[in-house]
């Protein structure tokens, strides 16, 4: 069954303290990973998409990684508009039109 | 240019009841798709419709129908509400020709069932 589980469940951190989010995932075959910010009340924002073993992508203060079984999005001196929750989700080979969601970090960054 | 916007942002149903959730995709969009997202949870696809016809559906029972008009827009329905139905329901639209990095998402409707 393809899964995909975030961890931590939430985190933390003092403005400027960096630190990792991670993606784990177990699927049949991977089409995408992809990162997305939602703030409450509001549907998820899209922010990075990674294809392949060794992609990276960078937007601001956010660096997002992958490898062949998690991704990982590092932030960067860390400001407090960057709180929200920070989903995972994947794209399947054989399943192009859904995407299978983690429940999500959800990040407090505290002046 | 105007968003996925969904309609009614709030709802408060009972038990037994049934529900119709709607959504009008981003401009120049003509594919929708319907997520339910509970508590703490992350979203979890129904299904994606388009050209008027449900294209894919996910792990959901028959009580989650849907509909797709020509203008594209789109409508949820359940029936018979279940207290476990309680979510935020979201609906994002693409173009057919784009990949997911180009699903937008709307705000949801708040279902919350009583």
């Known amino acids: 069954e393809d899964q995909v589980t975030q961890s931590p469940e939430a985190l933390r951190l003092q403005e400027g303290e960096s630190s990792s989010l991670n993606c784990s995932y177990t699927?049949?075959?991977?089409?995408?990973l992809f990162w997305y910010r939602q703030d409450p009340g509001k549907g998820p924002e899209f922010l990075f998409t990674l294809y392949s073993a060794g992609e990276e992508k960078e937007k601001e203060r956010l660096k997002a990684t992958l490898t062949k079984k998690e991704s990982f999005l590092h932030i960067t001196a860390p400001k407090p508009e960057d709180s929200a929750t920070y989903l995972c989700?994947?794209?399947?080979?054989?399943?192009?039109?859904?995407?299978?969601f983690g429940t999500g970090t959800r990040l407090q960054v505290f002046p | 240019d105007a968003g996925v916007t969904q309609s009614p942002t709030h709802l408060i149903k009972t038990r037994g009841q049934q529900v119709t959730l709607r959504c009008s995709p981003k401009?120049?969009?003509?594919?929708v798709s319907w997520y339910q997202q509970a508590l703490g949870q992350g979203p979890q696809f129904i299904f994606q419709y388009y050209e008027e016809e449900e294209r894919q559906r996910g792990n959901f029972p028959d009580r989650f129908s849907g509909h797709q008009f020509p203008n594209y827009s789109s409508e949820l329905n359940v029936n018979a509400l279940l207290l476990g139905d309680s979510a935020l329901y979201l609906c994002a639209s693409r173009t057919s020709g784009a990949t997911n990095e180009k699903l937008f998402f709307g705000s949801g409707t708040q279902l919350s069932v009583l």
């Open positions: 989700a994947v794209q399947v080979r054989y399943n192009t039109d859904k995407l299978i």
């Open positions: 401009s120049g969009h003509d594919t």
């Open positions: 699927v049949s075959g991977l089409r995408g």
